[in-house]
């Protein structure tokens, strides 16, 4: 028996708490705005991350095409098939943002420190409104055999330049990608 259009309503509404109640004046869904911040925090929380973008990219972008699919029918009547794309592309964030903090939450093995050397530091020129123009040191190590590189604070630029080593506390996340805990410079003296 297919689905009326007031059981998608009940489903896409089951909590009360994914549609802006009309009172507030608010007519389209809180989902969005939930997805944009979650798109936000992980903006600002990918700073170090080892799990590679474009896996990312594939997550979200399958679980929008996914969920389009599953409501079909109800985005061809309420809101057309390319406007729900990208409405659902922000819950695919929400995905994203969960699929990240489960990797890290969800992770039972313990942090391990490991020293590595420094192969290569660049000093990327940044600009921003509040703080003015400084430098930023990008490292590069080789963790698991794979080289990676790491922004640094600008803070460390200075200590940067003097040493070749950087202790790396490492914790093997609950997806398999490692997670980088804290990042520390060594002295050479």
């Not at 604070?153 to 202790?167: I, P």
């Amino acid at each position: 028996m297919p689905f009326t259009k007031k059981d998608i309503n009940q489903l896409i509404d089951f909590a009360h708490i994914f549609k802006a109640r009309e009172k507030f004046g608010i007519y389209y869904q809180n989902i969005s705005i939930i997805g944009l911040v979650c798109l936000l925090i992980i903006y600002f929380d990918f700073k170090n991350s080892l799990i590679p973008i474009n896996i990312l990219i594939w997550i979200g972008c399958v679980t929008s095409v996914l969920i389009t699919l599953i409501f079909i029918k109800f985005y061809k009547r309420e809101l057309g098939i390319i406007w729900s794309l990208f409405h659902n592309l922000t819950i695919g964030f929400i995905v994203i943002f969960i699929f990240l903090k489960s990797n890290d939450l969800l992770s039972t093995d313990k942090i391990e420190t490991n020293d590595y050397y420094i192969q290569k530091l660049e000093l990327k020129h940044k600009t921003e409104r509040n703080r003015g123009s400084y430098l930023v040191p990008i490292i590069t190590v080789k963790i698991d055999g794979i080289d990676r590189k790491l922004k640094l604070s600008s803070y460390y630029f200075k200590d940067a330049q003097k040493t070749r080593q950087v202790r790396i506390d490492l914790k093997k996340g609950f997806w398999n990608y490692p997670i980088i805990k804290n990042i520390q410079l060594i002295d050479n003296e």
